[in-house]
């Protein structure tokens, strides 16, 4: 799994930091741009393509979240930068999307991205990426900021769509094989989402917080009015 990339959708990819290892690789792949959710410092030591990580800038378009995976982390106030680097580097050939793992950020970045840009619901955003990556699991505080982030979509009259009957996942790349611990299967995405719904329960509303991310609201519709719809909508 360290070294798996998995495709989402066509020029979307998710892998961890490891994953980055073979610049050729990418390349194949038709990847131009790199989004890390994390920090720069996952690049230091680690080699890719001849050269160290740290080289990966020069080899292409790098955007650098520097976000912390723990449930305090208001990784919200980036969704909007982040749709956006996403949607451009998919104009532009490729974007991989990682953290270190390739578990909570980098797919808590993917689920913002398709809510804003493809309309998908959270249900759907979640399992375009766990049925090709069984691994992801986003911390329960951005999961509840994924809530939020959908509940105000809703607020703002933003239709949102599920998946369609007999929906298929994408061929995967090679190499992109699933390995689990003790080689027991996977949770189903029911099962994840059950419990990440659970999870998030538990978590005070990063809905004021949420509000900096400068989602274009619809006219009429204030801040104090859309706190109020989102807090009625978003997990208890």
């Known amino acids: 799994m360290g070294n798996s990339i998995h495709k989402i959708d066509e020029g ?3 892998c961890g930091v490891a994953a980055l290892s073979d610049f ?3 390349r ?5 741009c790199v989004l890390n959710a994390a920090r720069s410092d996952l690049y230091a030591g680690l080699a890719g393509g001849g050269a160290a990580l740290q080289d990966l800038p020069n080899h292409f378009e790098v955007k650098i979240i520097g976000a912390d995976d723990n449930e305090e982390c208001n990784l919200s106030v980036h969704f909007q930068v982040i749709a956006d680097f996403i949607e451009a580097g998919r104009k532009k050939g490729g974007v991989v999307v990682h953290c270190a793992a390739g578990i909570s950020r980098a797919s808590t970045s993917c689920i913002a991205y398709q809510l804003i840009k493809e309309r998908w619901d959270l249900e759907a955003a979640f399992t375009r990426i766990h049925t090709v990556r069984h691994i992801v699991c986003p911390n329960a505080g951005f999961w509840r900021q994924l809530c939020d982030l959908q509940a105000s979509l809703i607020a703002q ?6 998946l369609p009957a007999g929906w298929t996942p994408p061929q995967q790349p090679e190499n992109s094989e699933e390995r689990h611990m003790g080689g027991r299967a996977p949770e189903t995405t029911s099962e994840v989402l059950k419990e990440l ?3 998030a329960g538990k978590v005070a509303s990063f809905v004021t917080h949420f509000l900096t991310a400068r989602l274009d609201p619809v006219d009429g519709l204030g801040p104090e009015v859309l706190i109020s719809q ?3 909508i978003s997990v208890p």
């Open 24 to 26: 050729n690789r990418l």
């Open 157 to 162: 009259g933003i239709v949102s769509r599920k």
């Open 230 to 232: 989102v807090r009625q």
């Open 197 to 199: 719904d659970w999870q």
């Open 12 to 14: 979307l990819f998710i």
């Open 28 to 32: 194949r792949l038709g990847i131009k």
